[in-house]
């Protein structure tokens, strides 16, 4: 029996549209259920109320442009620092484990936001991940993603991050949003091999996904020793899920948590509100709390035809041996522009679904064996011209990459829109705007 912390935050006045998959009633059902079988009178069980992140904190992790008043981020905020209440309640000893109910998600929110893509604003988990670090001298940490769609923005933010090991379990790219996560994702340069993607075929089911887990997450895991594991615990693997195709079940997502014994567990997507989630909430909270969850039992029977395991095991196999043969080839390079060292350029793109436009991103990282290195990364939003910054002193960063870090902060002020500076060991950001000049976010600023 473990004491587990829960934490409703169901967001009844955002939505994206009525009749959007992510809106007001998807955890409605899951909150009637949990009562019905009397679950939060379990004396393990301890309920706590949302919060709203600092805004702060919320830029520690990722640069908001043109700037966070641009964009209405309270219901955000709100699903943020309730995951954070969360974690203040673990690092307490007041917890042994915990899941955050909340909605909007976070896991495609990346390290830079332009607007809403895929249900997602603000990211959760790396708000969460930061906080941790900055308030309770957490230096490990691993991110498990099992929800059905590519954690693409969490893999964003800590892509240079050797601290942070972040693994992705979900429908292979080629066949869903967001069409990335393939095993040659393995990481910057400063931080190679702390990304893991694992792409799983249509239709894989309970015992596909737990080989999985079995085979490749759980070595990952055992072999970095975090000193804490977060769940992003998207539900729409279930077999009812109307966006994806895969096939796992209620008892599934139970045996999962009860194997991966997350410390914090996470709600990300989930879209058959009435047929899953009830039952998939309930499973994760049974386990969490060591509960039997054997009884839990959909209304609903599976109809999607199901990948056998004969089929899983060896592509499983083949795909671990195909991470392990990705060599990494950086091109690293001093560039007059950037302070002094070698930086590796990594272009990319981001599609927003919601509003439809592709981010142009432009990125580097500067080399370290020390740290994680100062990142640097240009964003523009076509067809506009304006072009936005985002500068990272990273967690644990060495004295050079601090300096780096602020003598690139200079000078872009002037070159760019808008530039976002995060110091992390120093829990400070920096903003500068063309029209309002400098502000800076404190640790202590209450509000946005
Ligand atoms: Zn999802
Ligand atoms: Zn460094």
């Known amino acids: 029996m473990k004491n587990t912390g829960i934490l409703f935050f169901p967001a009844f006045d955002w939505s994206l549209g009525e009749t959007h998959p992510e809106r007001e009633e998807r955890l409605l059902y899951t909150q009637e259920q949990l009562f019905e079988e009397g679950i939060l009178d379990l004396p393990q069980i301890k309920q706590f109320a949302p919060g709203m992140a600092p805004l702060t904190k919320a830029l520690l992790a990722q640069a908001v442009f043109p700037s966070p008043e641009h964009h209405d981020l309270d219901a955000h905020l709100i699903a943020a620092g309730s995951t954070l209440i969360l974690g203040d309640a673990l690092a307490k000893g007041q917890i042994q484990n915990g899941f955050a109910l909340v909605r909007p998600p976070g896991h495609h929110a990346g390290a830079t936001v332009l607007g809403n893509r895929g249900f997602c604003t603000l990211n959760n988990e790396a708000i969460l991940v930061n906080h941790l670090r900055a308030e309770y001298g957490y230096q490990r940490i691993a991110i498990v993603d099992t929800d059905v769609h590519h954690g693409d923005g969490t893999q964003d933010i800590f892509y240079h991050d050797p601290n942070v090991l972040f693994i992705s379990l979900h429908q292979d790219g080629r066949t869903l949003y967001p069409g990335s996560g393939f095993v040659e994702e393995k990481g910057g340069p400063n931080a190679w091999g702390m990304n893991v993607d694992i792409p799983l075929p249509p239709g894989t089911g309970d015992e596909g996904i737990l080989y999985a887990l079995e085979e490749w997450v759980l ?128 272009p990319r793109t981001i599609y927003y679904d919601t509003e439809g436009f592709q981010e142009m991103r432009y990125d580097r990282v500067r080399q370290c064996s020390h740290c994680g290195g100062t990142v640097y990364i240009e964003s523009r939003r076509p067809p506009f011209h304006t072009r936005h910054a985002l500068v990272r002193v990273p967690f644990a960063a060495c004295p050079e990459c601090r300096q780096a870090g602020y003598d690139l902060w200079e000078y872009l002020i002037g070159r760019m829109e808008s530039v976002t500076f995060q110091d992390q060991p120093g829990n400070v950001v920096q903003f500068w705007h063309i029209s309002k000049g400098v502000k800076v976010f404190g640790p202590s600023d209450p509000r946005p």
């Open 219 to 346: 070595p990952r895991l055992q072999a970095f020793k975090p000193d804490i594991v977060i769940n992003s615990a998207g539900q729409d693997n279930h077999f009812t899920d109307p966006l994806a195709s895969m096939n796992v079940s209620a008892r599934g997502y139970g045996r999962i948590t009860e194997r991966l014994k997350p410390d914090l567990a996470v709600l990300e997507g989930g879209y058959s509100i009435e047929d899953a989630l009830p039952y998939v909430n309930l499973a994760i909270l049974l386990a969490l709390a060591g509960e039997d969850y054997s009884g839990v039992v959909e209304a609903k029977r599976p109809t999607r035809p199901e990948v056998p395991l004969s089929q899983i095991k060896p592509y499983i196999q083949e795909l671990k041996r195909e991470y392990d043969q990705v060599q990494a080839n950086w091109l690293w390079r001093a560039e007059a522009s950037l302070p002094g060292g070698y930086w590796a350029y990594i």
